[in-house]
């Protein structure tokens, strides 16, 4: 029994924020973040659009190309750090958007490498017999975490002054603020008895001496209440990233995962066709491809039109790649990402 991609689907919020417009809620500029990151623009979800929103649109998308009715899909896998509440987890408003009859749900709560958890989930399940067809997203509103109060300057592209000190109190975010964006992506990963198609390995692992690295300080069960306001007076709401020690785990840990897994299936990088890698920052794609000596042609990043999409990354990029890069049938793909926990793995697919 494989695990197939039978159909892919993909959503982003329709308000494109360029770099410039950034550079109007704080000191930042388009120089700066195109250098750093090579993000170019990116989108931000409108004020009534939740996480479930933009999964439930790419959840469509990939279902339609399964060819399955809604009934089919037993089982409803979502990977994201931006669920709409507290709880219940985002899995089972998928499904209710989605008017999918009572099945399981569940959260993957593993960040930038969620949906690489989310693929070993699916593929156990599907190979173990017990599912048939399982909705796999990964999507994120990150909007929620922005430090401004005016969304009519950034979405709509107003043109009045900030409140007095918010101009200030943005640009302590600028590290991050400037890298994330909102979108979602989904897989319909169905059980094939036959063919060569399908995951033929997925790696996973986590080292939670690094979860001060990358993680949002206030709230939560550590407290007690769970909120209070000099957290959000702190900007404690607001995710941390230590983004230069990231980044040098990143173009370490990245290459050695896409090693590891190829050598236990007896594969080299040149059995590649494309390599698929976590959007946190072109720089970093780039330091990994060079790393694994792979020509331009063997990867793609879209990270230039919508910045750092943390669970959707994966499945956005895939989704877009399909065309983009012409796969065909018996292309060898490699996923890889690496995110907060420290969480991270890779996964090889045969197309
Ligand atoms: O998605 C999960 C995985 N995440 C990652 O892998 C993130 C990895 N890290 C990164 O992508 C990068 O570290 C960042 C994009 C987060 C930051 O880029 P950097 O090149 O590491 O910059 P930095 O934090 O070392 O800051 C360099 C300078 C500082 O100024 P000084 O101290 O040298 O005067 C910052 O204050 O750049 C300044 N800076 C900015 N300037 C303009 C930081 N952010 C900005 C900004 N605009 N947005």
Sequence with gaps: MRAVFTGTGMHVPPH?????????????????????????????????????DLAAT?????????????????????????PDYYFPGVAPIVQHKLDLPPVPCLDIRQQCSG????????????????????LLVGAEVHAGFM??????????????PLPEGEFEWNTRFRDRAVIFGDGAGAFVVSAREDGASGVEDVMVCADGDHADKMWVP???SAYRPYVRREMIERGDLVPIVEGPKVFKVAVRVMPEAVRAILKRNGYTVDDLRLLIMHQANLRINEVVQRTLGLEDDKVFNNIQ?????????????????REACGLEKGDLVCFVALGSGLTWGAALYRI
């Design 147 to 160: 430090p401004w109060t005016d969304w009519e300057i950034v979405l709509d592209g107003k043109q009045r």
């Design 305 to 321: 039109k919508y910045g750092n999409t943390t669970a959707a990354t994966l499945p956005m990029a895939f989704h877009e790649a």
């Design 16 to 52: 494109v924020v360029d770099n410039h417009r950034m550079a109007r809620v704080m000191d930042t500029s388009d120089e700066w973040i195109r250098q750093r990151t090579g993000i170019v623009e990116r989108r931000f979800a409108g004020l009534d659009q939740a996480t479930s």
């Design 115 to 134: 949906f690489v958890y989310g693929m070993q989930l699916a593929d156990a399940m599907l190979r173990s017999g017990q599912y048939r067809n399982v």
């Design 218 to 220: 206030g709230a939560g």
């Design 58 to 82: 790419a959840a469509e998308g990939a279902i339609a190309e399964a060819g399955i009715e809604k009934s089919e899909i037993d089982y409803v896998l979502v990977a994201t750090m931006t």
